[in-house]
């Protein structure tokens, strides 16, 4: 999966510049090519690395509960 990841990453990057370069001769679908490239990013791309990132419960650490609260709380009237 972190190699399909990297491919993904790689061909958005490649995607991106394309676009640009397509942007900076002034042909006429550059934005479409940058258009697709944004929409490629945001539904294939970044729900894929999301997926890669949190499937193992990494995420746990950083959610908010009253056990972290107090803590911290208890933590910051100590300074």
């Given at each position: ?28 679908k550059a934005e479409v090519v940058m258009g697709l490239g944004v929409l490629y990013m945001s539904l294939v791309f970044m729900p ?32």
């Amino acid at each position: 999966m972190k190699l399909i990841i990297k491919i993904m990453f790689i061909v958005f990057i490649v995607w991106m510049l394309a676009g640009a370069y397509l942007i900076h001769t002034a042909h006429e679908k550059a934005e479409v090519v940058m258009g697709l490239g944004v929409l490629y990013m945001s539904l294939v791309f970044m729900p894929c690395f999301i997926y890669y990132r949190y499937r193992d419960g990494k995420y746990k650490k950083y959610i908010l509960n009253d056990q972290k609260l107090k803590e911290a709380f208890s933590q910051q009237g100590k300074k």
